[in-house]
């Protein structure tokens, strides 16, 4: 199982971005494909999931309404496009293979990728 991130970059207030997380072959058919981010001097936190079963969605309640995570299984990818960015959504963003979707449990997690730097500026 392998994952790579990409897409990040420097935004101004307000813009948009979108992520990709490429996995090797397969991959979205069996395992579940979240991403974290993790903002200096603060804990990874989940953002977002999408199910490997039947592509449900989980999302954190600081990005709901303005980020949106979907897959391409043709492509082995998986998106998230962020909106009405902040200062606050500044981080380290990493995307992972999960055994089960969720944003919380740390023991779902099969895999990490990479992470991309998404900076928000003022």
């Known amino acids: 199982v392998q994952l790579q991130a990409s897409g990040g970059g420097l935004v101004q207030a307000g813009g948009s971005l979108r992520l990709s997380c490429t996995v090797s072959?397969?991959?979205?058919?069996?395992?579940?494909i979240a991403w974290f981010r993790q903002a200096p001097g603060k804990e990874r936190e989940g953002v977002s999931c999408?199910?490997?079963?039947?592509?449900?969605?989980l999302y954190a309640d600081s990005v709901k309404d303005r980020f949106t995570i979907s897959r391409d299984k043709a492509k082995d990818t998986v998106f998230l496009q962020m909106h009405r960015l902040k200062p606050e959504d500044t981080a380290v963003y990493y995307c992972?293979?999960?055994?089960?979707?969720?944003?919380?449990?740390?023991?779902?997690?099969?895999?990490w990728g990479q992470g991309t730097q998404v900076t928000v500026s003022s």
């Open positions: 992972a293979a999960l055994f089960y979707p969720t944003l919380t449990r740390p023991s779902a997690i099969h895999r």
């Open positions: 072959e397969f991959v979205l058919n069996h395992y579940s």
């Open positions: 999408i199910s490997s079963e039947d592509g449900s969605t």
